[in-house]
Structure formats: structure tokens, C-alpha cells
């Protein structure tokens, strides 16, 4: 049984006139239709540009917004609409970690009482006393228990990202949604965060729908790698195939751009022309059509539903092509 199926997840946002306050637009429709599987232990690898729905994903998927339209299931269970001591329960068992690590910790609370909070939440007095959890959960992400009273502040954004690690792993969670986690840290401290994540991962058998823009991390830690463009979903299957054989038209373009040491002088660079649309006024048919180079007349009249071309291997086209990627 898989950890997690989302299917037909929409979240759209309402928007209002601004002559005519109490006038409803055309809501934005930051999700429509995402669908998608992970099972326990499994990293999903969540790629697209910024703005296609990414994030709004992640949080929906966790509840931390209510969906508009769609199911989600965890463990079999239907959460679609948990709320109230369901919804408290279920936080034993997804959490997140967020983008900014500076801006999702309390500046006016000490790091020890951060990283306590899942327990004084929950209502859960781990053995040894919560000041004995929190100061081993701060030595197992790298940082020195013995700075348990001092504040974010007085940490570099690495160690502040270690502490949002330290808090969602506080309860040994099944999953975590890491929202591009390591995209405001250095180079050199991105790779001490994927590593710290994976080797949480091989210890806790934990499952990770990890949101990120920059293709090359994806590809480290991913299991299968799903690409959203405008809150579709355009193409889903498994690292190594996306990676050396992407079919989309959008997938193929986005890893045109990934810097690869000694590419080939023959390597195509694929540019896209035009912006992302806006998702309040998405086009007709295909919503990639905008920008595609290979589109036709059908891509405007009509939606392209996702098609297994290969076992595993998930397109969102009516014109899909492999494309080898030198």
C-alpha cells in the first residue's frame, strides 16, 4: 500500500474585483489536477519553474491549506477534510521543512524550546525528558547540544536549516515535505543538508516529496521526479529516464539549461520564449502550448491527458518525443 495518493488535487485562490470588493474574479488556480503515488522510504522530486504550484502542492498535500477540489489519502486513510484533533494527529506523522530557515523559526524563542514544541504539542514526554530529546536530536543533525538556550540568530542559515531538520524529525515522522530546503544556504552548505536528509531517510525509513528549481539537487536525492509547469503535472517517472531520456517538450527545455561538466559542443540549448502565464487565465487545451515549439492545432482545443508511454513513465502530450540528453 503506498504512503501517500494524492489524486486530482486542485487548490485554487479566490481573487476579488478591486472597483467592486465583493465581486468574485477568476479564482488562480495554483493546483489543477496534480495526482500522484509515494511510497513509504521514497524521495518524490518536485521541479518546475517558479510559480507553476510547487509549494502550494506541498502544503496541501500536508493540510497546511485546504484543498479546493481532489482527494488525499495517507496510509490508506482519507485526510481530504481532517481537521480539528484528526488533523493534530496526522502532524505526528507528515511535517515540513520550509524554504526560508531563518523566517519559519521564532526569533524571540530559544532554538531548545523551537525543537520542543512538536513534543509540547502533541502532549508526548519522550523518556529521558524533553531537554535530553531535543539536546540528541540537535547533536544527530550537527549542531552542539550544548547551544540549547541560544536564539536563531545566533546561528549561520545552515545551522538555522539543521534546526527546522531537528523539529520535523522531532517525532519520527513518515513524511516529510521539504520545501526547496537548502535553496537560500551556499553551495558548500547544500550538500551537508542533502546529506544530512538522506542519511535521516536510511535511518527512519522516512518518504520525502522534495520541492525544488535547481534540477541537479533533485536529481541527487530523488527516487522518481514528477515536473509541474502551471499546476499540471507534465511528466513523471524515475531519475535516471528523466534525466537521459525526457519526452516532454517543457522537461527536455528545463534540462537544456543544467550546467554539465565538458558538455558536448553539439549539446542543443532549448529557450523558451515568452513568460509563464498567468494561472488566474491559463490557456485553452495544452497549458504549455504558449511557449512550445512543437505546438499544433490540437494542443489549443484540446487537454492532453497523462499517458504511460513505457512502464512507470507518465506524459502529459500529444506529441511526445524522447530526446537524448548529452
Do not use: W
Not at 537548502?182 to 542533502?194: F, G, M, T
Not at 517517472?237 to 543544467?258: C, F, G, I, K, N
Amino acid at each position: 500500500m503506498s504512503l501517500l495518493q494524492v489524486t486530482d488535487l486542485q487548490k485554487y485562490f479566490p481573487t476579488y474585483s478591486q472597483k467592486l470588493l465583493r465581486k468574485e474574479g477568476a479564482p488562480v488556480k495554483a493546483v489543477d489536477g496534480l495526482s500522484l503515488k509515494l511510497d513509504p522510504g521514497e524521495t518524490l522530486g518536485l521541479v518546475g519553474e517558479s510559480g507553476c504550484g510547487k509549494s502550494t502542492a506541498g502544503r496541501t498535500i500536508l493540510r497546511l491549506l485546504d484543498p479546493t477540489g481532489g482527494k488525499i489519502e495517507f496510509e490508506g486513510k482519507d485526510i481530504t477534510h481532517a481537521k480539528g484533533d484528526e488533523l493534530r494527529r496526522l502532524r505526528r506523522d507528515v511535517q515540513m521543512v520550509f524554504q526560508d530557515p531563518y523566517g519559519s523559526l521564532n526569533p524571540r524563542h530559544p532554538v531548545g524550546a523551537i525543537i520542543a514544541a512538536p513534543f509540547e504539542i502533541q502532549g508526548v514526554t519522550p523518556a529521558g525528558g524533553v531537554k535530553k530529546a531535543v539536546q540528541d536530536l540537535m547533536a544527530r543533525v550537527g549542531l552542539n547540544p550544548e547551544h540549547y538556550n541560544r536564539y536563531p540568530h545566533e546561528f549561520s542559515g545552515g545551522q538555522r536549516q539543521r534546526i527546522g531538520v531537528a523539529r520535523a524529525i522531532a517525532l519520527k515522522p513518515k513524511l516529510v515535505v521539504c520545501d526547496e530546503p537548502v535553496s537560500a544556504l551556499d553551495v558548500s552548505i547544500q550538500a551537508q543538508v542533502i546529506n544530512l536528509l538522506e542519511d535521516i531517510q536510511e535511518e527512519e525509513n522516512l518518504a520525502y516529496v522534495f520541492i525544488a528549481h535547481d534540477l541537479s539537487v533533485v536529481r541527487h536525492i530523488s527516487d522518481r521526479v514528477m515536473v509541474m509547469y502551471l499546476g499540471r503535472t507534465m511528466e513523471v517517472t524515475d531519475r535516471d529516464t528523466l534525466y537521459e531520456r525526457p519526452m516532454h517538450p517543457y522537461t527536455q527545455a528545463l534540462l537544456s539549461a543544467v550546467p554539465v561538466p565538458e558538455p558536448r559542443r553539439d549539446r542543443e540549448r532549448i529557450l523558451l520564449t515568452g513568460d509563464l502565464p498567468s494561472p488566474q487565465n491559463p490557456p485553452s487545451g495544452c497549458v504549455f502550448r504558449t511557449r512550445c515549439p512543437k505546438a499544433e492545432e490540437r494542443c489549443v482545443v484540446e487537454i492532453p491527458l497523462p499517458i504511460e508511454i513505457e512502464p512507470g513513465h507518465t506524459v502529459a502530450c500529444h506529441f511526445p518525443a524522447a530526446r537524448v540528453v548529452l
